[in-house]
């Protein structure tokens, strides 16, 4: 029972625990090394962060909702790449243009209906073809960074509109709002996974997906408006970040997708769907930032953040697998 | 009687379908413009393939023993930059920094075979952990710099990825003398079909006292040995290298080899049909080239391919078009 | 049964077929309010077919079904238990993540506004059904954290949540334990009780007749009739079941024995099993008989090298050997034939010859290749001995039936030429005419001089190839029977834990 209870503890409270262990380690190695004049765990320093991990942090609560569906979407770097591009483009466009800053909800909305259409292709093939939803959007990943080249060929698109960056740049307890956008969407997320229909449902699907269909949960239309929702997300994670950096480069959020599912196994959400959640996902998406951010704090070549994380992923699998073990009972597969 | 005999045409398309839809395509190109199928172009475009293709051949191992590689591109601007700062490094040479270079990749590659083959973690994840890990590394060993060799006019460096024998690429020759060594030992050894079993079913191997573990291990060193070759291509081509040479390519070696028909559940697939998936994105890419498209337009039409490709190959095994999902 | 009430269900003339196989060949059934009707066959026989056409997941060519005398026509699950017919699956349909209560609410949980689910409602609902079955655990509880037969609870809780008018249990009794038995048994005599029909499947005759109002039999996708517990017998049941009288005598032909080819002294697995001693002799045929669960499967496991015995010796002809994976144990000589076909025997994949091979692939070389000789003469050599019935040694083991299917495993561990073949559920999900084939199969290869061991969940089974059984309870051996002096009740008192079969 008590073992019951110590793994409990440790799935559900494993991240925040890492979190700080990483924040006193940082601090303390950081003063006793006096390698920085600064105190690692600084309010400035923590708000900053939250900013910095907003838009990887955004795409990744999408992804915990595609994962716990037992899916996978791999295209939401190239997603957010477009979003980016039609958001600043559409600036210029001549219907808009003639509306000064009024063309920036314009804009907006016109990003993230790309990032919902998008999703919605990718939903509709994995619902109405059955391939795997981790060849369509390895597929797709390829598809919309094409036609991410397709609109401005190799070239950057600019467009600084001052306004949108003042908007970008606002903020409330010194939290900005990409930041804002990104613990308004965690917890939105949350309360959906949690409290709605729709959520549970998500559950139901990726734990025993022939019971759900059983039970009369349409998984097609279900798994469709989960694809919708990440597309809108990795948009919306382009709006906050764009309006205020006004340039995309058409290869931005490559790797995204990758860097997206190591925070939300970080943050204990199953592969094989049915299991997880958006506070740990949070969590995970946390961890990774205070670890790049925790890195430089101490002095270490910006190099290694790429290196310590994959080890800790690995790690973190190698854990569960320890502790998922049933003893010396197994049978030796 | 006329049903089996559909049947069996269905089952020939479903195992050949892609060569038959290479074919088709071949013709189609060769039609509208002749210059498609000369023997320049073809080679042209066989040696730009060849880097992605023989790393192809080693996830193909790989995804046939039921596993995923994600880590090849980053271990392929690894070992590009090892071999290059190693070859620049005094007392080196090629003939020292080749063989240094496939140790240390090979090495990588059994750590990863090792996690996922021995200690039985997740190959999705452990090599998404290595991808980021081997970038990592790579990173700290260059120092974020780019690798470069200085005098290019002093070494034999160059002939992996410029040289030919024979009026041929010399890359053309390593993609396809490897093809056919990997073709033989998947087809015709007793490892390849264990490959095979361990990847159909590997609780079923294991209770047929397969060592399922030491299979998986060595899935993994060919496909690190494949990504060292390619590195030295790509490295030998350019003699020189950036950290992030690599970004991106295990996505599409994967692309290629599923366009061959290889499932993603593994215990099905073959060499020589990753090869076809090879030059097929090969030859759409220097098709459309031709066609004074973009390279980008390609992304688009492969994406449309491999999902064609898929849902033709379930869609004649569940014999029906649409999927039943409500 | 008054004639004058009118069916909870009813179904009339269904036919089914499947391209070759007429699967269902006109079945009538009918079960009324209250009633329990067992529904009994052999595998194959047509049962899962006709519940799958009940379910809405199969349609019919022919035949219509009514419930409460209303046709209808059933196109899912879903819309069957809209019509109030339910189905308590042996494979458990569950979300082991969500709630007892979420679980039971699949797919129609109650809404408020914004699709936020009512979670009092859902609560205070299912705690007034769960008060019903007198369970211990409550709404809240994750599934995930429940033992299987209350998990199977759960199940029976989804029937109580719509106004069920039939429920059909399927194979509810598997992996239950005795006093989960009752609690189940109760639970069906309430429904009963409600005028809710029951529709009860099994192969558990004792249960039939404790439980059932009447027996309907299939055969061959044919309806072979209807029974009144009370007034049959189930030798009577057997016989229509199967056409002609169970051909499964008691073995009493003694073969000559050799040496002892395994000996096995105090074995323990953890909570396993624990101090099992047998041995076994060349020429013999040992059967290890116990309920699902009793260790029997682990310690052939164990002997095979895929477990991690805690104590004991084992002993191959007089030399103690240890055994740390199948290789081992394959390279000593002892071979396993294992409970799960298609999971653990074959890669349904590969073709025929290829899975007969899989274990000795090394040695089917010529240099540093397969050699396509040796693998066809091995293939052909057993498809000859085993008289395995297919099209070609390229097909693909998954196409074959069931019987080839096992024919293919045994004759994989035959062509290695073992001391010890063991095997476990030899006929598990193997049609009438296949099961004798491979029984006289087993009894031969012991006349061969080979040492076999059987383990198995049918009496009938053990008795009939057995030369001497070992009755196992709770991960212990109780008692080794010869047999002759074996009988149906000291067995079935020493497999359930009542003393009465002293230890020997």
Known sequence: MQRETLKNLLKNGAIWGFIVLELVFFQVVGSVLSLSETAFIDPDNMLLLLKQSAPIGIIAVGMTVIMINGNIDLSVGATYALAGIVMLDSMTWPIFVGLGDWAIPFAWLMALLTGCALGLINGLIVWKTGVDAFIVTLGAMLGFRGLVFMYNGQQPTYHLNWTMVDIAEWGVFGLQTSALVFIGVSLLVWLMMTRTVHGRNAYAIGNNREAAVNAGIRVGPHILINFVLIGFLAALSAVAFYSGSGSVNPNDGMLFELWAITAVVLGGTKLAGGAGSIVGTFGGVIAIQLLRKGLGHIGAQTETVNLVIGLILIAVLLLDKQLNRQGQQELKL | ?326 | MTTDRKPALRLEGIVKTFPGVRALDGVSFEVYPGEVHALMGENGAGKSTLMKVLGGIYQPEEGRIFVDEQETVMTSPLQAKAKGVMFIHQELSLANELSVAENIYLGALPRKSFGRVDWKMLFDRTDAILDRLKVGFNARTLVGDLSIANQQMVEIARALTVNARAVIFDEPTASLTDAEKVVLFEVIESLQAEGVGIVYISHRMEEIFKMTDRISVLRDGSYRGTLTTAETNEDEVTNMMIGRSLDLSRNHAHAELGDVALQVEGLSCHALFQDVSFEVREGEVLGFYGLVGAGRTEIAETLFGLRTPSAGKIFLKGQEIRIHSPIQAIQNGISLVPESRKEQGLVLGMSCRDNITLPQVDDMTAGPFVSDGAEISIFDQYRDKLEIKTPSWRTAVGNLSGGNQQKIVIGKWLSMRPEVLIVDEPTRGIDVGSKAEIHNLLRDLAKQGYAVIVISSEMPEVLHVADRIVAMYHGKVIRTFTAEEVTEDSLIQAISGIEGGKAA
């Open chain 2, 1 to 326: 009687m006329a049903e089996t005999n559909l049947k069996a045409l269905g089952g020939l398309l479903a195992r050949q379908g892609i060569l038959v839809a290479f074919v088709v395509f071949m013709i189609a190109f060769a039609l509208w413009n002749p210059r498609f199928i000369e023997i320049d172009n073809v080679f042209s475009v066989i040696r730009s393939s060849a880097i992605l293709g023989v790393m192809a051949l080693g996830v193909t191992f790989v995804v046939i023993g039921g596993n995923l590689d994600l880590s090849v591109g980053s271990l392929l601007s690894f070992s590009a930059i090892v071999v290059l700062d190693l070859h620049e490094t005094p007392g080196f040479g090629p003939a020292l920094a080749i063989p240094a270079m496939y140790a240390m990749t090979m090495g990588i590659g059994a750590v990863i075979g090792f996690l996922v083959g021995y200690l039985k973690l997740n190959s999705l994840i452990v090599t998404l952990g290595m991808l980021s890990a081997i970038h990592g590394l790579t990173l700290t060993w260059s120092g974020g710099q780019n690798m470069d060799i200085a005098n290019q006019q002093e070494t034999w460096f160059g002939i992996f990825g410029r040289g030919t024998a024979l009026g041929i690429p010399i890359p053309v020759l390593m993609f396809g003398l490897l093809a056919a060594v990997l073709a033989i030992i998947l087809a015709k050894t007793p490892f390849g079909r264990k490959v095979y079993a361990v990847g159909g079913n590997g609780t079923a191997a294991t209770f047929s006292g397969i060592p399922r573990a030491r299979v998986v291990f060595f899935t993994y060193i060919i496909s690190s040995f494949c990504v060292a070759t390619a590195g030295l291509i790509q490295a030998s081509r350019t003699m020189g290298a950036q950290n992030t040479v690599g970004q991106g390519m295990e996505l599409e070696v994967l692309a290629a080899v599923i366009l061959g028909g290889a499932s993603l559940l593994g215990g099905s697939g073959t060499v020589f049909k990753t090869v076809i998936g090879v030059l097929i994105l090969g030859f759409i890419q220097n098709g459309l080239l031709l066609a004074g498209l973009e390279f980008y337009v390609q992304f688009v039409v492969t994406w449309i391919i491999i999902i064609l490709a898929v849902w033709l190959d379930i869609a004649t095994k569940r014999g029906k078009l649409w999927s039943p999902i409500a």
